[in-house]
């Protein structure tokens, strides 16, 4: 059968979003474990933040074979948790004095340029994200979560025009069935 009723899903790992939001959670963790209390709520909030967002680019990929409302929606949580974390760290500038990088800064340029790397890993941006400056270390992050974000709502726009232009599942069904039907002469009669 060319079109099938349940498409090939997963590969999450492929990803940009996915990639991106691994490299956020790594950083956030580190920089959790090294700068904050670790019996601060903030803490643990952060890190569930951070989880979060990756972990339902994880489920929603898993889940886009039978379920475009469900993927649409985890990969909307996974953007919503990466706001909420992106907060934290703004948070945490603030409340210390330190500025946000501007967005037209050398340390923001920086990091475009380092975004744009084939194959990014957190090796990639392990000298920011593990700067011994804190202001630095989380402006650096806020980066990161800013791109992830920026690719979330992108991944977003093209999942809503993919259910537009191909429905979910039980349209999938219905017109694998017609066309089987069609395919072998089979009763002409409704289709549940």
Known sequence: MADRVIPPHGGYRRLLTFQKAEIVY????????ELLDRR?????????AARSGKQNIVEASMASGTSKETEIKLTNVA????EELL??????????GFPEWAKDSPCVRRLQELNLTPGATY?????AVENPDPAIRANAIIGMIKVTNCLLARQL?????????????????TRARLA?????????????
């Open 26 to 33: 790594d950083a956030t963790v580190a920089f959790c474990a």
């Open 180 to 192: 089987e039907r069609a395919r072998t002469g089979g009763p002409a009669g409704a289709v549940p």
């Open 40 to 48: 601060d709520r903030t803490t643990d909030q952060m890190v569930q």
């Open 79 to 82: 953007r919503a948790s990466l």
């Open 157 to 173: 726009r093209t999942l809503e025009a993919d259910f537009l232009a191909q429905g979910g599942l039980r349209e999938r069904m």
């Open 123 to 127: 090796e990639t941006f392990r000298k």
């Open 87 to 96: 907060t934290d760290y703004r948070d945490f500038l603030r409340t210390r």
